[in-house]
């Protein structure tokens, strides 16, 4: 505090301006007569509030005259649809009056996600992230001090210390909410799940269902993709694409052969949208509540308490089944 106090008088007395470079460490060592650590102390404090920002090889520089909220988050997405959406306002509406916000997209590229970390780890208070990848992240995620780490969506593994995970538990979901559904599924011959093998998620879905199949002795079957061929006259679906587009080809396939949908053929979908709502009469869907994810994130900076919760999938049950 004693360095933040001296960064401020300068600041104060106009001897540093807006992107002008700070005194070298060992200027500040100097003058102030403390240690290399603890001025580097003093310098991330300040970097994490925004107020000086620092760049490799040349130094830190000044970035803001004054510090306007106490937090500063670093929200990082795997990408943008109406899911993290709902993630983000949630998180922005629930924080916005007690932090800074800025968003980044890793897109699932590691490298990205690697070099969003390492460049940005003493700029922040705090770091949200949604995961999602090939790779292991837990390296990188370690980097983060974990009172600064909050992980949504996906419980990673390997992680230290005491740190905040929201998360959805998509093996136990998928098992539960067709246990919910049993009285509708009386009525279909066979199971059949819709598993694009790109997905993340797909082994922890193929998991559920198979276990949900076998408890209750269904017959079942996991595809990659609809295929008219495959399809049978009392199939009841579960689809997870993340564009929908296996919804669709199933209701196409349904009004080219006269059947009907909710009778002969059922389909559940995962993740509720407002056209699922009304399309075909309505669809039913296993939906996380994804509000509530990014509610809960922005509490567990606000409350400065580590929080593991999983965010239960409920079930809407519509004219589909």
């Known amino acids: 505090m004693q360095l933040v106090d001296y960064i401020m008088t300068l600041i104060e007395e106009e001897k540093l301006n807006i992107n002008d470079r700070l005194p070298s460490l060992n200027q500040l060592t100097h003058t102030l007569k403390i240690s290399k650590e603890t001025a580097l102390k003093g310098l991330n404090y300040l970097s994490e509030k925004g107020i000086i920002e620092s760049e ?17 988050v670093c929200l990082i997405l795997d990408k943008m649809n109406i899911l993290r959406d709902r993630v983000y306002q949630s998180f922005l509406e629930t924080i916005k009056d007690h932090a800074d916000v800025e968003v980044f997209f890793h897109h699932h590229n590691f490298r990205v996600f690697e070099k969003l970390i390492e460049e940005n780890l003493n700029n922040y208070t705090h770091f949200v992230i949604v995961t999602f990848f090939r790779e292991n992240p837990a390296d990188v995620l370690n980097k983060i001090p974990p009172h600064k780490r909050i992980v949504i969506d996906h419980l990673e593994r390997g992680l230290e210390g005491e740190y905040s995970c929201i998360y959805q538990d998509h093996r136990s979901d998928i098992s539960d909410a067709l246990s919910e559904l049993l009285p509708q599924l009386e009525k279909y011959k066979r199971l059949v799940l819709v598993a694009p093998p790109e997905a993340f998620h797909a082994k922890d879905l193929i998991e ?51 059947w009907q949908l909710g009778k002969d053929i059922g389909l559940i979908s995962y993740n509720d949208t407002a056209v699922k709502e009304v399309l075909e009469n309505g669809i039913t869907v296993i939906s996380s509540d994804f509000h509530k994810m990014g509610r809960e994130a922005a509490n567990a900076i606000l409350n400065r308490t580590a929080v593991t919760l999983r965010d239960p999938a409920r079930v809407i049950v519509r004219n589909s089944l």
């Not at 490799?56 to 500063?72: A, D, N, S």
């Open 56 to 72: 490799y090889r040349k130094g830190y520089y000044l970035k803001r005259i004054k510090q306007h909220l106490p937090y500063r």
């Open 208 to 258: 559920g269902f198979e276990s949900f199949a076998t408890r209750y002795d269904k017959e079942h079957t996991v595809i990659h993709g609809v295929d008219e061929k495959l399809v049978k006259k009392g199939d009841a679906f579960i689809t997870f694409d993340r564009y929908d587009k296996d919804d669709v080809d199933i209701i196409r396939m349904v009004r080219k052969k006269n």
